[in-house]
Nanobody, 115 residues
């Protein structure tokens, strides 16, 4: 069993910054990709950013240049630094761990960008 716990969401003004963190615990072995997805009200969940075990990065076009994903393999954590936030970044952000066989999800943390 793997548990993912996100933190760092909240209310921020447009142009502001937030940092999301996710800690993974439980039976995690081997190589896995970590990432962040988001889901806005009335929309499907979408990829924000992922980082592989060896540090290969993938970003959604909408966040390139503004968001930075990082991870610590030793600590089983993944973070998302979000800068220059826009209204359209408002969503619930979910941490994800993808092994060769399974996907694990956190419960999500709400990010609201509003003036």
């Amino acid at each position: 069993q793997v548990q993912l716990v996100e933190s760092g969401g909240g209310l921020v003004q447009p142009g502001g910054s937030l940092r999301l963190s996710c800690a993974a615990s439980g039976s995690l072995f081997g190589i896995y990709t970590m990432g962040w997805y988001r889901q806005a009200p009335g929309k499907q969940r979408e990829l924000v950013a992922t980082i592989t075990w060896v540090g290969r990065l993938n970003y959604a076009d909408s966040v390139k240049g503004r968001f930075t994903i990082s991870r610590s393999n030793d600590k089983n954590t993944v973070s998302l630094q979000m800068n220059s936030l826009k209204y359209e970044d408002t969503a619930t952000y979910y941490c994800n761990v993808a092994t060769s066989q399974l996907n694990y999800w956190g419960k999500g943390t709400l990010v609201t960008v509003s003036s």
